[in-house]
């Protein structure tokens, strides 16, 4: 079992920056696949970037977002900038069992409470 704690969320003016973390439990973080998907209200859950063996990132915030993560401290980041009001969600970190790059909400196992982030104009 692995619980995921979140943090980072708030208010930030468009334009701005911020950066989430996501911490996790158990002493094998690193053999999981990590992600960060965001919930819009009224939308869907929406992939946004995922670390395994790489990273890759939504085309919507490709250039504005870096996902990384420390093993050591079993830490994921997203470091989000250049925001604006469509990026206004809760932002949640999941966890997967697969050693790949996930983009599918069911492929995660794990999920944290998110934190809701609002971008204003």
């Known amino acids: 079992q692995v619980q995921l704690v979140e943090s980072g969320g708030g208010l930030v003016q468009a334009g701005g920056s911020l950066r989430l973390s996501c911490a996790a439990s158990?002493?094998?973080?690193?053999?999981?696949?990590m992600g960060w998907f965001r919930q819009a209200p009224g939308k869907e859950r929406e992939f946004v970037a995922a670390?395994?063996?790489?990273?890759v990132y939504a085309d919507s915030v490709k250039g504005r977002c870096t996902i990384a993560r420390d093993n050591a401290k079993n830490t994921v980041y997203l470091q989000r900038n250049s925001m604006n009001p469509e990026d206004t969600a809760v932002y949640y970190c999941?966890?997967?069992?697969?050693?790949?790059?996930?983009?599918?909400?069911?492929?995660?196992?794990?999920w944290g409470q998110g934190p809701p982030v609002t971008v204003s104009s």
């Open positions: 999941p966890a997967s069992r697969l050693q790949s790059i996930v983009r599918a909400v069911s492929l995660y196992d794990y």
């Open positions: 670390s395994s063996w790489t990273t």
């Open positions: 158990g002493p094998t973080f690193s053999s999981y696949s």
